[in-house]
Structures are given as structure tokens and as C-alpha cells.
């Protein structure tokens, strides 16, 4: 099956069953793929909760009490979530982890390579920081991107999935101790195998045409 093809066939799932589980190596290659999903100048400000029992789920269904408690059955039937979280600051210990880890994976062939790197990196923190000052948002479009390589990963992999923004923040990243860390929700995930009763199974996709999205030069 081409990406295509895929991306045709993937939607938004309603209902899960929650007797089907996810294998673990399909988890772990999900979870492979979002840490190697794209992020501007390889800044990759995320972190991602898994919760993978009903105690881990029960934590992340603490954020859809209230106004969003129509997501609840999403949570608690999936085989598996996960909490796409951003960074609050772009602070200098994650700054510097991340140059690291390119040093030992081998990304600077001399130094004028690192420090070019450096360089780069933070005149982008900077701009966002103190000229544009939408850091917050910046940070999570980098996450957005992971979140779309989950997506389309789950699908070519044969899991479904229903990304969430439908959940209270604060009483997310309060059960699951995300602010003190560092880190807040931006999206959930539920991962898992759809239910005979997920009506949006049964209905067509609904796509703008081509015409109304793609200009051609």
C-alpha cells in the first residue's frame, strides 16, 4: 500500500474496541517515529506520555472531566495513549542536550560545524523568544509535527487513531505532573483498533479537491 493510499484511508476513529490491544513492537516502532519526526533546526522541544493500563489511562482521563467528557470512551477503550506535550521554555539545559547528542551522533565534522549549529539554533530561539514572541506556539508546531508522523505511522502500521484537543489542559498537566517538569499538553492521542460501532468508519472521506488547495507554478 503507497502513502497515498494510506492517507486516503485513514480517518479519525470514534469508538474502539477495548478488548483488541497493540502489540508492543508496534508501540515502540510508533514511538520511534515520533521521536524521529522533523523539528525547526532540530530543536525538538516534546516529550511524550504513554499510558498503556487502565491506572496510566485513568490519569490522562482526569483532562476530559468537565466540558470534554465526550472523549472519556476514547481514552478508556483504546489499547493505548499517548500526550503530546511541548516544552514551556526553550532553556539552555535542553539547548545544550540537544547539541551533544548531534556531537555524538555525529553531526559536526569540526568545530566551526558546532558552533555554526549553535549559532543557527538560537538566533531562531531568539527570534521567537524576543522579536516575534510566539515561542509557546513555535515550540508546539514542532509538535504537531510528530503528531502528524504518529498519524500517518499508526495507519500505515494498521492501527487506528483519534487525535484529541478536546481535554482541559491544566487538569492534564496537573495529573500527570507535566508544568514541573517542564512540559505541557498539546494533543491526545488514542491509539488502538476500532470498535463495530464507529459510525465514522462507515462514512466517506471529506477532502477539499485539488483545485482549492493546490496552486501550480
Same mark, same amino acid.
Given at each position: ?12 476513529? !470514534? ?6 490491544? +497493540?502489540?508492543?513492537?508496534? +508501540? ?8 524521529? $519526526? ?21 490519569? +490522562? ?10 472523549? *472519556?470512551?476514547?481514552?478508556?477503550? $483504546?489499547?493505548?495513549? +499517548? ?51 510566539? *515561542? ?10 510528530? *503528531?502528524?508522523? /504518529? ?19 491544566? !487538569? /492534564?498537566?496537573?495529573?500527570?505532573? *507535566?508544568? $514541573? ?9 488514542? /491509539? ?9 468508519? !462507515? ?15
Amino acid at each position: 500500500m503507497n502513502l497515498s493510499t494510506i492517507a486516503n484511508t485513514r480517518y479519525t476513529t !470514534k469508538a474502539f474496541d477495548a478488548d483488541k490491544k +497493540i502489540a508492543s513492537p508496534i +508501540i515502540e516502532e510508533l514511538l520511534a517515529l515520533m521521536r524521529q $519526526a522533523p523539528s525547526s533546526v532540530n530543536s525538538q522541544p516534546w516529550h511524550f506520555v504513554l499510558a498503556s493500563d487502565s491506572a496510566g489511562k485513568a490519569r +490522562i482521563a482526569k483532562g476530559m472531566e468537565g466540558g470534554y467528557t465526550y472523549n *472519556l470512551p476514547k481514552v478508556q477503550n $483504546a489499547s493505548h495513549v +499517548i500526550v503530546l506535550c511541548s516544552r514551556t521554555d526553550m532553556d539552555p539545559v535542553h539547548l545544550q542536550a540537544v547539541l551533544d547528542q548531534e556531537g555524538a551522533d555525529g553531526r559536526f565534522v569540526t568545530d566551526n560545524a558546532r558552533e555554526g549549529q549553535q549559532a543557527t539554533r538560537m538566533m531562531y530561539v531568539n527570534m521567537h523568544r524576543f522579536d516575534q514572541k510566539d *515561542l509557546q506556539a513555535w515550540m508546539e508546531k514542532q509538535t504537531y509535527l510528530a *503528531l502528524g508522523t /504518529l498519524l500517518l505511522g499508526a495507519a500505515a502500521l494498521g492501527v487506528d487513531a483519534t487525535p484529541m484537543e478536546g481535554f482541559d489542559a491544566l !487538569k /492534564l498537566d496537573e495529573a500527570l505532573g *507535566l508544568r $514541573a517538569k517542564g512540559f505541557t499538553s498539546v494533543v491526545v492521542v488514542s /491509539l488502538g483498533y476500532r470498535s463495530e460501532n464507529d459510525f465514522n468508519a !462507515k462514512l466517506p472521506k471529506s477532502r477539499l479537491p485539488e483545485s482549492a488547495v493546490v496552486t501550480r507554478l
